[in-house]
Nanobody, 122 residues
Framework: QVQLVESGGGLVQTGGSLRLSCAAS????????MAWFRQAPGKEREFVAA???????YYTDSVKGRFTISRDNAKNTVYLQMNSLKPEDTAVYYC????????????????WGQGTQVTVSS
């Protein structure tokens, strides 16, 4: 059974920072693509960032230069460092994993965490 468990969410003021963590158990993901998605109230879930083999990364335009995705394969953990947070970053953030290369569509990911709430106050 594959499990992804997110942590690190919370309430922060505009301009602040948070670091999300996603711990994977049941399977090693050193060669898999791992990603972060988010879903704001009343909106569809959207892609945020992904990291895959060789530590290649890809970001949606709205977070480029502010968010950084990274991984620690020894800990089977993926991180999302979020800086210069804005109210529009408020959402539930989900960790996802897939075998294979990078993807940005929800159906391409077979494993999901339960989500962690990030709230940015203005």
């Amino acid at each position: 059974q594959v499990q992804l468990v997110e942590s690190g969410g919370g309430l922060v003021q505009t301009g602040g920072s948070l670091r999300l963590s996603c711990a994977a158990s049941g399977r090693t993901f050193s060669s898999a693509c791992m990603a972060w998605f988010r879903q704001a109230p009343g909106k569809e879930r959207e892609f945020v960032a992904a990291i895959w083999s060789g530590d290649s990364t890809y970001y949606t335009d709205s977070v480029k230069g502010r968010f950084t995705i990274s991984r620690d394969n020894a800990k089977n953990t993926v991180y999302l460092q979020m800086n210069s947070l804005k109210p529009e970053d408020t959402a539930v953030y989900y960790c996802a994993a897939r075998t294979g290369g990078v993807a940005v569509r929800i159906p391409d990911y077979g494993y999901w965490g339960q989500g962690t709430q990030v709230t940015v106050s203005s």
